[in-house]
């Protein structure tokens, strides 16, 4: 199974970052990929204190998440999206989209690990996702599971849907720039993968804001793809039985003696 990775620089215009997600689904689908990644934030990309994202926040059903499903009809291909999805009450959702090749939604996950960190505070208004709400999916014989940019800092999100039955760790991301954080970006990534002996297919926006290097990895933590600073695609091949004899070779997964469990405060 084929797989791709698109990385781009997502501004304050909607319709112009719309346009150029449309534009990277398409060359994945043309590259023979069945399923897309698009960065975390794809909606609107700002360095605005997080409380101004109450103003561009969508319903999931909002112009944005429908192109994108317009776009996954329109080219035969899955798609795994970041936006901004608006709540009843209270500050938007940081959320995840997947939606199959017809366009219809897989399911969402709504981003659990706020980054307040580096001097910002995305708690200040975004609305935490719930812990106990992984989001994973099944296409191509693979189960995928999907976190964001953040969640990659801890070891716990990435365990959880592999417990759920992931075997390919989808990554959606807005890294943003600052020192030492591209080798925080690719060592957490290798990590991850290794530690769960899964794929690993992170895609991340690219400058100015966020780092780039867009990659794929893959169960034994060897990169296969790396998309370096600019925008564009990458694209990776799963294999199943290079799946199977890594975990087999190394299995961390039957070995292990603890349990991921949510904090009581699940939303916190």
Known sequence: MIIAAGQFSAGTDIGENTTTAGRLVAQAAEAGAQLVVLPESSLYG?????????????????????????????????VVVGTYEKTAAGPPYNTLVALDRRGDMLGCYRKVH???????RESGGITPGSAGEPLVFTLGGFSFGAFTCYDLRFPESARAVVDAGADVLLVPSMWIRGPGKEDHWSTLA????????????????????????????????????????????????????????VRSQVPVLENRRYAVVPLPDARR
């Open 190 to 245: 290798k990590a991850r993968a290794i530690e769960n002996t899964a794929y690993l297919l992170a895609a991340n926006q690219a400058g100015p804001l966020a780092t780039g290097f867009s990659m794929a990895v893959d169960p034994a933590g060897v990169v296969v793809a790396n998309a370096g600073e600019e925008p564009g695609l990458i694209v990776a091949r799963l294999s199943r039985d290079r799946l199977t004899r």
């Open 46 to 78: 700002t360095s605005e204190p997080a409380a101004a994202l109450a103003a561009v926040a969508e319903d999931l059903d909002g112009p944005f998440i429908r192109s994108m499903a317009a776009f996954a009809r329109g080219h035969g291909i899955a």
């Open 114 to 120: 706020l980054y307040d960190a580096f001097g910002y």
